[in-house]
Nanobody, 124 residues
């Protein structure tokens, strides 16, 4: 069965950095676009970033553009998200998601599997 397992979250100070990872199994990872989403306390899910199957296309929400970098290693079935210049408003549960196909989209309904997430807390 499809499994997505995130890691790398934790407590960071404003301006700090974290690197999240998502290990995928149960499907041919290289055949699907992947994304990261997040859910802040008391709010709905927000799409954060997505990447194409071959890593040639990467997209970001305006709120994280220039600070976050998405990448993937198809040989290791792993998706990454580098978080730099963190802000308190980045505090959220970060989840990786498998797209239904090869298209990267910010539409959450186009993702059919989500991981359990890793918590990122930004506070001084």
């Amino acid at each position: 069965q499809v499994q997505l397992v995130e890691s790398g979250g934790g407590l960071a100070q404003p301006g700090g950095s974290l690197r999240l990872a998502c290990v995928a199994s149960g499907f041919t990872f290289s055949n699907y676009a992947m994304s990261w989403g997040r859910q802040a306390p008391g709010k709905g899910y927000e799409w954060v970033s997505g990447i194409s199957t071959d890593s040639k296309q990467a997209y970001y929400a305006d709120s994280v553009k220039g600070r976050f970098t998405i990448s993937r290693d198809n040989a290791k079935n792993t998706l990454y998200l580098q978080l730099n210049d963190l802000k308190p408003e980045d505090t959220a549960l970060y989840c990786c998601a498998k797209a239904r196909g090869v298209t990267v989209t910010a539409v959450l309904g186009q993702y059919d599997y989500w991981g359990q997430g890793t918590q990122v807390t930004v506070s001084s």
